[in-house]
């Protein structure tokens, strides 16, 4: 049995065969991000831990460890659900000592997966944050999101609302093997054009690039025309990264698939988990182009919007993805504080533990 504190109830559901759900409460809803971390929000909320999209290159692997679950299967399959979690977030954003920063979600593992279609956690999230007065951003795989659409276009009256997809891998053999529970490329594409066409923003993170797999230039091509189609605000490109956890179910997984790739991942990754700047530099400057054409390497009012790969020093969160920096959204709620804005020194998204 897995060490899990808070525990309710595991329970197996017709409707979601080879998935366990353990149910729990809470003891807290918003987890503060570590001053220096180079985020550009202050607190995450996660709903779920585990992650039945079942992406071998996730690397919120690593944080199943913590619960005596494997980063495997147990991740894929053993979700941990927090119950209670409105409730408790409803509370925590009625403190005086609230002060309105930017809260992300989908920095861990994805809001919008199978375990929300049971659980409808979001739409009482994102009505306490934005009743709240509180700015917020959404990170998602999962289509889920277009059910919530209506809640977001009325929180976005409110409070800034950012919004993010992520998709990379556009092969359907590809992305059946490494992103198993995910919905398709095109089912993501008809998403983004769902939030385009409700109103709201939509950057793009094309990740994880795939060395040898997704960088070659008609695919990022293909994928990047596809993206600017469908309506995205913006989008930033993010080379894979094999942090422990991941990197052992990622590179077994490529042994055994693509064999001739290992020795060109053993030189990229050899010295940690991230690709040097050598092939940051080349995927930068193979993307840059294909950004102009397409009419994604803009901001609306025409200056260069920071678009390329994280790690360089143009490169930023895509267009759409964080809310847009208002005066204080909380003012002239009762009790309001004035809200802090957070200006990291750079906006690295490679650190998103969803991508």
Known sequence: MPSIRGLLRSVEVPEFPGLT????????????????SGMPFGHTINPYRGCSHQCVYCFARGTHQWLELDTGRDFDTQIVVKTNLVEVLRRELARSSWRREHVALGTNTDP?????????????????????????????????LRRDLPLLAA?????????????????????????????????RLELVRAVADAGLPCGVFLAPVLPGLTDRLADLDAAIAAIAAAGATGVTVVPLHLRPGAREWFTAWLAREHPQLVPRYRQLYGRGAYVPAEYRRWLADRVAPLLAAHGLDRRAGGEARGAGVPGDDEAAFPAGSLPERRQDPAAGLPGAAAATVRTPAAEVPEQLSLL
């Not at 929300?116 to 889920?144: C, D, H, N, Q, W």
Request: proline content about 9%; charged content about 20%; glycine content about 12%.
């Open 21 to 36: 759900f353990h149910e729990v409460r809470a003891r807290s809803a918003l987890n503060a991000v570590p001053a220096g």
């Open 112 to 144: 919008y997966q199978r375990a929300e279609g049971r659980y409808r956690l979001m739409p009482g999230v994102i009505g306490a944050l934005a009743g709240s007065g509180t700015p917020f951003s959404i990170l998602t795989k999962g289509t889920l």
């Open 155 to 187: 929180a976005a009256r409110d409070v800034p609302v950012g919004l993010g997809v992520s998709m990379a891998i556009w092969d359907e053999d590809l992305h059946t093997a490494l992103e198993p529970g995910v919905p398709s490329p095109r089912a």
